[in-house]
């Protein structure tokens, strides 16, 4: 095989398409043994409001597993010849675990109270507006869980700063922030139509698209923040 033959194997279109392709299966079975414990009892759990806070609980090893496949996909190569998702799952996933778990478990915490207060809206008695007012706060939360959760995989910052910066992107960043709304959506709709399996399976889709809708974010915090 020639220099120039060798040069171009692993480069072209196609390798990049399995290099790609590859890199995603391989993320998203690691996402599921990383979340396996939590993932499986939620599968199992009956939609009972009773159980909100449970799902919660079952919900937690999901934010590690989701930086970590974030990590590995940022640092992804489209070399065919030199890939190793699996090393950078592990190093995200090491790297980041008590930066993320910071965020996601307040987060995760914060949303069991909100989910608890609406399927018992009835018995409280409060005004109709109330609802709106919770799904409008949970949906902001969400948001900006997903922007935290990005800015805490990619970057090292504490988790005061990680709080700010999540918090000041969701206004600074308004394409970004439209975009993950449109994704929480489908995934949300998703879950409704079918089950939790089916947004579980597609993990690693949905993190490539928060992914994607953040580098507007991702590189402003990098040329403006860490330089």
């Keep these: 095989m020639s220099d120039a033959t060798a040069g171009r194997f692993g480069t072209g279109p196609l390798s990049r398409v399995a290099a790609l392709v590859y890199t995603l299966l391989v993320v998203e079975l690691l996402f599921l043994v990383t979340a396996a414990p939590g993932l499986a009892a939620l599968v199992l759990l009956d939609r009972d409001a009773s159980n909100i806070p449970l799902a919660a609980l079952c919900a937690l090893p999901a934010g590690p597993a989701l930086s970590a496949?974030?990590?590995?996909?940022?640092?992804?190569?489209?070399?065919?010849?030199?890939?190793?998702?699996?090393?950078?799952?592990?190093?995200?996933?090491?790297?980041?675990?008590?930066?993320?778990?910071?965020?996601?478990?307040?987060?995760?915490?914060?949303?069991?109270?909100?989910?608890?207060?609406?399927?018992?809206?009835?018995?409280?008695?409060?005004?109709?507006?109330?609802?709106?007012?919770?799904?409008?706060?949970?949906?902001?939360?969400?948001?900006?869980?997903?922007?935290?959760l990005v800015i805490t995989s990619l970057f090292a910052f504490r988790a005061a700063d990680v709080v700010r910066l999540a918090s000041y992107s969701l206004v600074r960043f308004p394409g970004v922030t439209v975009s993950n709304l449109c994704l929480l959506v489908v995934a949300a709709g998703l879950t409704l139509v079918a089950t939790e399996a089916a947004v579980t399976l597609l993990a690693v889709v949905f993190a490539a698209a928060l992914l994607r809708n953040s580098r507007p974010m991702i590189d402003e915090i990098r040329e403006r923040f860490t330089a």
């Design 69 to 148: 496949a974030l990590y590995a996909l940022r640092h992804r190569r489209s070399d065919l010849t030199d890939l190793r998702p699996a090393a950078a799952f592990w190093r995200g996933y090491r790297g980041n675990v008590a930066g993320v778990m910071k965020i996601w478990a307040p987060w995760l915490a914060g949303l069991a109270v909100v989910g608890t207060n609406l399927a018992n809206f009835a018995a409280a008695g409060v005004p109709g507006w109330w609802a709106v007012l919770l799904v409008a706060v949970a949906v902001a939360a969400a948001l900006w869980a997903a922007a935290a």
